[in-house]
């Protein structure tokens, strides 16, 4: 995010109007002066209604919409959350992430600096994961029917897997293995939302994972299934992948990572990090063979360099997920039901 | 983590369960009283452990449970209301009323907060002098200190939009009333640590001599959970009915006597109606006459007190720990956490809803 030292203005205004969004003058002036130029890329400057890709082979498009309060929370924000977050899950698809498109609908009222930083995150977050902002849209509601901005990103990328990434490959055997501590993301974002007040500053996990993945499939690695561990935590992401896979899987819950801090959070509250969202955390299902291989490799990389092995696909009851506790008793791991709340006591 | 990871050794584990099964020579059947006690029981398969002789029942000690759907209905009401801001915990909002829920009515447009603190809720009411300012004031003696500081602290600041819907709960008459039932198993107990932090267990030594009971004050960890069933089997195998205190990290026996003086002060005991269990003499706490001006059933009109009507959720005899929550019927089947018949299955310190995420094996009634 850049230093920003004076209040942004566009035509002498210093927030949001209805008039930006009204597709005129002001509209585009507002794209000239704080969206063009962050995002900077031929595409974007030939100002046509779409952009035009030169695209040959199997590609994976996906779509994504942000909506988080507070704006800015500590380790990310919504804007760098827009782009991280369809980069991945192009990832997820054995892709390598190339263009992304981003929508805004923006609140009357919200301080052009604010909008200035989102979109600096999130020029910032492209231009670390490789890819390209090169078509958007931009629309404006009135106050108090937006918290802010919302964001929807799309994008595309060039499949790079030689055989399918996907919860039907999964066989009986295969290996889970997790890129690192998880519960960061949700636990932050709820710290900053309920002003709860934390002794140690928990830090979004918020991340581009592309680069990890696509060392594995560079590598030769028999990855069957790839999936990021974002709403409903890795619990979610082990129940959908055993479902599909019409398989059971058994972790160990003593092999899973939680940093103390986020761990003594959810105790207070009376939340499983296994149902926690992350917003840089993957799990890869890879063939037994190649699990030292792929952890050697997934180490070498600042953003997955604490994987580790948590557990197996076996067969048994399709998407049953069992884990061994810290004292050697099992329990069944399931998706979390509706929204996370606290409890009383 | 420290204070935590030292009583979920595996190691410590195993050698507490095969203490337990060298002492153990008949069947005995005990209760833990706490929801928070059933929840580590089942997530950490502390039960597994146990020689097959110790059957653990789970008790009443979910606040949310016992509330009666009446006061649900009368939170749902106040809600409703122009002009009122309802705070409330976060697990009351999926408790299903009559009619529906809070989340529910959140988003029919009622404005009802979730806090993590009554203070907070004093807060709200602060910054909004022009809404009427209620909190839904839940749970056991654990809750009921802050509950009561809130109370207090409004008193103290004159602040008027604030009020409180009180349905708060006491263990010791429970546990009595659990005794006098008809074809009662319970043989021992393991009592709420958290509760005796606040109390203290000097209460449960009258229940302990008169029912001839152990009565072991036990933590939430693995290992509390483990020594508790321990010293309670030890008890009985010897013959013996005493107050223990296994949680002497935390609780003492006079409890925590600044607490107590705020709940006395601002709450006086009341009978209650629980769900599952019916009236309860001296069961709950109410407004003292002297705080009533700020109760909500003062300003929105009191909570009924009917009988419950009991439908096809078995609810109340899982409460009663007369059945295992995966041997009713509807366990799993018509009854799950999107779709629950009781509030066991909806909190997460209830017993339904714990076996249902931690305990649906291939095969057994529980499948989708």
């Known amino acids: ?345 | 983590m420290k204070y935590r990871d030292e009583y979920r050794t595996p190691e410590a584990a195993r050698a507490y369960a095969e203490a337990i099964t060298r002492i153990t020579t008949r069947p005995w059947t005990l209760m833990e009283v706490c929801g928070g006690q059933t929840n580590a029981i089942v997530r950490f398969g502390i039960d597994q452990l146990l020689p097959e002789e110790i059957t653990l029942i789970h008790g009443p000690g979910c606040p949310v449970c016992v509330t009666p759907i009446d006061y649900i209905d009368k939170a749902l009401e106040i809600a409703a209301t122009p002009g009122v801001v309802l705070c409330t915990f976060g697990d009351m909002l999926r408790v299903p009323g009559t009619q529906s829920d809070l989340a529910a009515a959140r988003a029919r447009g009622a404005d009802v907060r979730v806090v993590y603190s009554p203070l907070e809720a004093l807060a709200v009411a602060r910054e909004h002098p022009d809404c009427e300012v209620v909190f839904f004031a839940v749970g056991f003696e654990t809750t009921a200190p802050a509950n009561a500081m809130a109370v207090y602290q409004a008193e103290r600041e004159g602040l008027v939009n604030f009020s409180v819907l009180v349905s708060q709960v006491l263990v010791p008459p429970a546990i009595r009333a659990l005794l006098e039932r008809p074809g009662n198993r319970i043989q021992g107990f393991l009592a709420a640590g958290h509760v005796c932090t606040v109390t203290g267990y000097g209460e449960y030594e009258p229940i302990a001599d008169q029912y001839r009971v152990p009565i072991v004050v036990t933590g939430f960890e693995p290992l509390d959970i483990l020594e508790g069933v321990y010293r309670c089997i030890s008890q009985l195998e010897q013959g013996e009915h005493r107050v223990e205190n296994q949680y002497s990290r935390a609780v003492r026996r006079p409890g925590n006597q600044l607490a107590q003086q705020v709940m006395e002060t601002v709450f006086q005991v009341v009978p209650r109606q629980w769900r599952g269990m019916g009236g309860i003499p001296e069961s709950g706490l109410g407004l003292s006459p002297e705080y009533r001006t700020f109760d909500a059933e003062a300003r929105f009109g009191e909570v009924s007190d009917r009988e419950e009507v009991v439908g096809e959720c078995a609810s109340g005899a899982v409460l009663r720990g007369e059945i295992r929550p995966d041997q009713c019927p509807a366990f799993g089947t018509r009854c799950t956490p999107e779709q629950p018949l009781g509030v066991t299955m909806v909190s997460e310190e209830g017993a339904c809803a714990a076996y249902y995420r931690y305990r649906r094996h291939a095969g057994g009634p529980s499948d989708e």
Not at chain 1, 50 to 68: P, R, W
Not at chain 1, 314 to 338: C, F, H, M, N, P
């Open chain 1, 1 to 345: 995010m850049s230093d920003i030292h004076c209040p942004v203005t566009v035509d002498g205004q210093d927030v949001v109007t209805m008039a930006h969004g009204g597709g005129g003058r002001a509209t585009a002036r507002l794209l000239d002066s704080l969206f063009r130029p962050a995002f900077d890329n031929p595409w974007l400057e030939r100002q046509h209604d779409g952009a035009v890709l030169d695209m040959a082979g199997a590609m994976a498009f996906t779509t994504d919409s942000y909506v988080v309060r507070p704006l800015f929370f500590p380790g990310s924000d919504i804007g760098a959350m827009a782009v991280h977050g369809t980069v991945n899950d192009l990832a997820m698809c054995g892709a390598e992430p190339q263009y992304l498109s981003a929508g805004f609908i923006l609140e009357e009222g919200l301080p052009l600096t604010t909008l200035r930083q989102v979109i600096d995150s999130m020029a910032s977050a492209a231009r670390k994961a490789g890819v390209r902002i090169v078509t958007g849209d931009l629309k404006v509601v009135e106050r108090g029917k937006a918290d802010g901005l919302y964001i929807n990103t799309a994008g595309v990328g060039r499949i790079v897997a030689a055989d399918p990434v996907e919860p039907g490959q999964v066989r009986s055997g295969d290996r889970v293995l997790l890129s690192g501590d998880i519960g960061r993301h949700g636990i932050a974002v709820m710290a900053a939302r309920e002003k709860l007040d934390l002794e140690s500053a928990i830090e979004s996990d918020c991340a581009s994972i592309a680069s990890p993945v696509l060392a594995l499939l560079h590598e030769g690695i028999a990855v069957r299934c790839l999936r990021d561990l974002t709403r409903g935590g890795l619990a979610s992401g082990l129940v959908e992948v055993a479902e599909t896979a019409g398989l059971a899987a058994r972790i160990q819950e003593a092999d899973i990572p939680v940093r103390e801090d986020v761990s003594a959070v959810c105790e207070l509250l009376g939340l499983d990090p296994l149902h926690v969202a992350n917003e840089g955390r993957f799990m890869a299902v890879v063939a037994p063979e190649d699990v030292d291989r792929a952890l050697a490799i997934l180490r070498c990389h600042r953003v997955s360099k604490a994987a580790v092995e948590i557990g197996r696909f076996q067969e048994g009851r399709a998407g049953q997920v069992t884990a061994e506790s810290l004292i050697g008793g099992t329990r069944i791991v399931d998706r979390l039901s509706g929204e996370q709340l606290p409890r009383i006591c």
